[in-house]
């Protein structure tokens, strides 16, 4: 049997970005820089005041000093001309400091009478001055390839004058279930047939991963069907496969893909749940095969799917980060199998997480992951823990799950 | 000055969430649910095999015994008649359980030859059967309204056979930068002027929250085109400002949303970056007012607009919630405002945050905020602290920032 970290460096070894595309700034958030961003001017692009108040001399900054008010520079609105001694102009937050001035007075630390302004305060060159170029300027990268765009990645682009990045483009991954039992929400089900949640719950998955979903129609148990179903995927970046990796003599994802010239590796993973895992290439489609049950199709897609999405949308991919989080209750020692125990997770008195793993871990129960907030992470052969260990655990939200 | 909390509270206070709208399954994930889910069916149907192996009566399940196989059962095949003693049905994983069996040998566990199957292993009534029910029973609440779906909620809702959700309506937040100074990246920079950088951000932040973000034209300092600008936003559920909300003679937004009838509240808020908030409503629509500065607008949007939005969107909104880290610096004790310090994370040896924060902390840094991971909270008046002390920061990530 593989290791978890074995199997999913392999899928990612064959995995290559997606190429990139333009997109406006207003539709970039979420997405993968393809390319650095640069900026374009110097932020502020003059010495600009940092506070409402007066522009002067340093010279004639002392308390007591009556200056006149020559004029008013609104930010957007540069006061023209030069500043003598004993004049001021009044400054908002932004404004461009005149030339001939060095020194803001803020307005609560002045009294002004018509067009004489009296300072309470002293200053000093500089004072609540934000210099040319604080922020950033011309020429400085800003931000690197393979970023994931945040909010405020967003409004750095846009104030460094960038209305269009460049971006990864967003993989496609498509999904196909198989089973003859399989209906979709909302229509007749066969008998003994249960409801298709695999995929769907993998399109949600996917899109929040960053790739777009595209949902085949189920295929039925039938070799050829299931590879005429996997060939109409040929256009898209990934496919993802939903059953039929086990065992039985209906498992028939393989064969039909076989049929199709599918390069197959057909692992175990030494992992609970979920222990068959199948991975290839369909001509150059990478095929990702999860197991049929609900919980060990999410639980590897959260292992694997996204690591291989990630690698694909540009970003720097690899294994899930883990949190440290206090386990409220013993646990057995484990296995040779690593362990991904159905958790909740609550905030301690002191802050730390504390992480509680449901009684019953069948495969099948959808609803308890459901209502899981995390999987506690069990590597092969660890040592049974009194309750109040450390353990790694994986927020299920921070995974797309 | 009003504390954090307080303006938060007040905030809240007159917001209530949208109303409810049905949306396709696939259409769900990251919304909130208006109507809980409930189970219009039992899963599993019947009892179902957990195993590929064999259905026999646990009365047969002896080791050595041969047994007579009448048929198999694939998933989505029910096996039709009655299994008598002395009989077994092959099954596979989701099978359902044939009348007259009560027992799974699995099929790595006996021997067959033909249509005799011999055991090599003991078994006992429920083995490897899970029960009619097991995941949840039809009528059963599975998921709560209020609740954020995840995309296992999506599959659960799925599973229990529900092409349709209850949502509640996305919210529209309408964004109005104000200023003579700001341009659209990519356009002409007037004089002294900066590009738009924090209406950008915020659209990104306000989706990435939940919402649907409307960028209004730029209104410059003009009280009249202010109002209007205002007054066009009528129809959204949330109208956020920024710039204009300090105390300089031309902050206008104040004043021409005054002309409209503007029920206002302008506060002073004792943190640290953005101290000038203003909240009240035109009308029946609340409008938040954030400062103009990039890094002070950005920090009251998580503090105070996130949870707005959320409470718009029909979460249990509050406070963000913030984790501990271990402080990589020693801090100065603070003064009487919150301070909000942008910083970067990265995960120690043991596994929890360490936080590092910038030195510089200028209000108009937004390169800075865009490198930051996090903010670390400092109460008003905390103690100093030393290297190394535990202190609460927000990731800014998880915050849609």
Known sequence: MLSVPEARARILALLQPTGGEIVALTEAAGRVLAAPVVSR?????????????FALRAADAVVGARLRVIGAAPAGHPFAGPVGPGEAVRLFTGSVVPDGTDCIIVQEDTACDNDIVTLHETGHPGKHIRGKGLDFAAG?????????????????????????????????????????????????????????????ALAAFIRACGAIPTLLPVAPDDRIAIGAAAEAASQADLLITTGGASVGAHDLVQAGLGDRGFDVDFWKIAMRPGKPLMFGRLGTLP???????????LVSAVLFGKPAIERLCGLAAGAPQTEPARCTVALAANDHRADHLRATLARGADGFWEVTPFGPQDSSMLRRLALADALLLRAPDAPAEKAGAMVPVLRLADCGM
Chains 1, 2 share one sequence.
């Not at 095929?287 to 199709?297: C, D, E, F, K, Y």
């Open 140 to 200: 400085d990268t800003l931000l690197d390839a393979r970023r994931l765009l945040t909010a405020r990645d967003i409004g750095l682009a846009a104030a460094s004058n960038h209305p269009w990045l460049t971006v990864h483009r967003k993989p496609v991954v498509a999904v196909l279930a198989t089973g003859d039992e399989i209906a979709m929400p909302g229509e007749a089900i066969p008998a003994g047939g249960i409801i298709s949640s695999n995929s769907h």
């Open 287 to 297: 095929v990702l095969g999860l197991p049929g049950n609900p919980v060990s199709a």
């Open 41 to 53: 001017l110097t932020q502020p692009p003059h010495d600009v005041s940092a506070m409402d108040g």
